[in-house]
């Protein structure tokens, strides 16, 4: 239904009744102005018949209808006016008409005439009005006795056609319906001012209103003159008020959701019941790899490519109980994603899903690291105590009194010992080195670097010279940095170890250290290399090269004597130190291990 303007319902409703006033207005003054016209030729015509009746006196009976006539005719000279004399039996006597208007029988020939008589009989003044329809005008009558005031003798009747006053009254009406419809045009354009005078202020309160629900209006808003106007402005302005403190409410209300959703590392997804996508946060769309933004309001089916996903959102929207699996995305980088869903449910019926998702590729790395570590740990212990267990039960059998048996079983049995001694002492500087890692309370001392370089090469020169091997030193003989130099020393003696190992006869080793910038922010790290021209190490083997237990060739491994911990070691002494490792190694050419500290002045 359309909606009125206050201005103009209010304009309506005083048009209404303007004209309802005027109407009735003029239905009264033309009524009253006929009334009074008609009394006022009721009054001019007693005052002329009884004049009338005094002439009439003496005549008594019908021989002198003549000379009544004459008599008549000389007073009255209206054409509109008849004067007629009738006695009470209703013969006429006299009349001023030239010839009978009427019929022939007096008792027809005005209207009402057996009323008149009787009432003039009783000595009282008749009057009567009839409509003529067919000269559309009115027909007044009045009578009045004439004789003697206790007996009169006849009556005497005066008519009047109102047909020129009834003119007169049409023409007078016209006048008063032109001059009642100007004041009605004039009150009406007055109506229409005063009702948008009075309509502003609900209009400015309104424009008002539509700013507070815009989200445009921040000062209250006016109080209007009229009450009524002036409460719903005060209740307006509380609404806003409450409005604004809500708005503000749900604002930080979003803001935390978004603040906790955005530093959640699991990832995030919130789909409707037809799919589409309400809710993401910035770590669902990277394990997706899609764009938040673009995400929002879309269908999942349209910005989610994994099957795996669409299949198991739909699972979650018609499932009652929550549900979780795993599944695996392609990447790039490949990742293994554990899912939980819960179905959503609002009061009116229609929900969704939301959907947690985790990223357990490094759980499950971590799994494998683990089993290989038991597996390995198992296997490094287990083969000297065999192999000890195996020596020691062949000499209670009996070898022991072999002289030339006994001693070269002894003899494996304390280089097994030896290799049981050098696990454990491993373990236990590991375990110490990341004690010292996790609280942070490694001491450092400010160190001659080449002093700390040569001390290494010269624990591992014995092994070196048997293959032939030279190892060169490129470090400024000036380079000091803050270091725990037991430790970092350790960390140099297993690389060069590993190299002396993995590495050909008469083939060099380049050891460099030097101090190099960091961008953006300038700050110096110690860098410490140590380069083989050996066998290398493939590829895959590089991301667990530094686990522990961990070996590319394990045959070759054990054989060197190796614990499987050193390049462990070496990556958690770095990291006690702050800095990081890294390896680059190719196959048959060789490989080059770079260790970088920070140094804190």
């Known amino acids: 239904m359309p909606k009125r303007r206050l201005s103009r319902h209010l304009f309506g409703t005083y048009a209404v009744a303007l004209v309802t006033v005027l109407a009735g207005c003029y239905w009264l003054s033309t009524v009253r102005m006929a009334s009074v016209t008609e ?61 009978a208007l009427l019929k022939d029988d007096a008792i027809d020939t005005l209207p009402d005439l057996k009323y008149l008589l009787d009432e003039t009989k009783s000595g009282r003044i008749a009057k009567t009005s009839q409509y003529n329809i067919d000269n559309n005008s009115r027909l007044l009558v009045v009578a009045v ?8 003798s006849g009556a005497l009747c005066l008519s009047i056609d109102t047909h020129e006053t009834d003119h007169i009254l049409s023409n007078s009406s016209k ?48 109080r209007p003159e009229v009450e009524e106007l002036a409460t719903i402005a005060e209740a307006t302005n509380m609404l806003k008020e409450k ?124 799994e494998v690291v683990r089993q290989d570590f038991v597996a390995n740990v198992s296997h490094e212990l287990k083969t000297p105590i065999a192999t000890i267990k195996g020596f020691v039960e062949t000499l209670l059998d009996g070898a022991i009194d072999e002289p030339n048996d006994n001693k070269r079983f002894l003899a494996i049995v304390g280089k097994q010992a030896d290799r049981l001694e050098a696990i454990i002492d491993d373990l236990l500087a590991l375990s110490r080195i990341e004690q010292s890692e996790e609280s942070g309370a490694l001491p450092l001392e400010r160190t001659r670097i080449t002093d700390l370089l040569a001390t290494a090469c010269s624990d591992c020169m014995p092994r070196a010279l048997e293959q032939g091997i030279t190892m060169n030193i490129t470090c400024d003989a000036s380079l000091f940095a803050p270091v725990n130099a037991p430790l970092l020393e350790q960390a140099v003696v297993n690389l060069i170890e590993n190299a002396v190992k993995y590495s050909g006869t008469h083939q060099p080793i380049s050891i460099y250290a030097g101090m190099e910038k960091v961008l953006p922010d300038d700050k110096e790290e110690l860098t410490i290399s140590v380069a083989d021209y050996g066998c290398g190490i493939q590829a895959e083997h590089l991301p667990r090269l530094f686990e522990r237990f961990y070996r590319v060739d394990k045959g070759r491994s054990r054989q060197a004597g190796g614990t499987g911990l050193g390049l462990s070691i070496v990556k958690h002494i770095v990291q006690a130190h702050g800095g990081t490792i890294s390896v680059d190694s190719r196959p048959n050419e060789g490989s080059s291990f770079c260790l970088r500290i920070p140094c804190i002045r």
């Open 243 to 366: 409005l604004v403190e809500r708005g503000l409410t749900l604002g930080r209300r979003d803001i935390e959701q978004e603040a906790v959703l955005d530093s959640m590392m699991e990832g995030v997804l919130a789909v409707d019941v037809r799919q589409r996508i309400v809710g993401l946060n910035q770590a669902a769309a990277t394990l997706m790899n899609i764009d938040i933004n673009a995400a929002l309001r879309k269908p999942l089916q349209s910005v989610v490519r994994n099957p795996a996903i669409r299949r198991f959102v739909l699972r979650a929207i018609d499932c009652r109980d929550p549900i979780e699996d795993d599944f695996n995305l392609t990447g790039p980088p490949k990742r293994t994603i554990r899912a939980q869903g819960t179905a959503l449910r609002d009061p009116t019926g229609e929900g969704g899903a939301v959907i947690v998702l985790n990223d357990v590729t490094e759980l499950e790395r971590l």
């Open 145 to 152: 006795p004439f004789g003697p005031a206790s007996t009169p």
């Open 175 to 222: 006048k008063l319906l032109i001059g009642f419809g100007s004041v009605g045009l004039f009150a009406l354009f007055v109506g229409w001012l005063i009702a948008l005078w009075v309509a502003k202020p609900a209009r400015d309160l309104a424009r008002a209103i539509k700013r507070v629900a815009n989200g445009d209006g921040t000062e209250p808003i006016p």
């Open 39 to 99: 009394e006022a030729e009721f009054k001019q015509m007693m005052t002329t018949a009884v004049g009338l009746a005094d002439l009439f006196r003496d005549v008594v009976n019908s021989s002198r209808e003549e000379q009544v006539a004459q008599l008549v005719n000389k007073i009255i000279r209206s054409k509109q006016q008849r004067f007629e004399v009738f006695d009470f039996q209703g013969n006429r006597l006299g009349t001023t008409a030239s010839k």
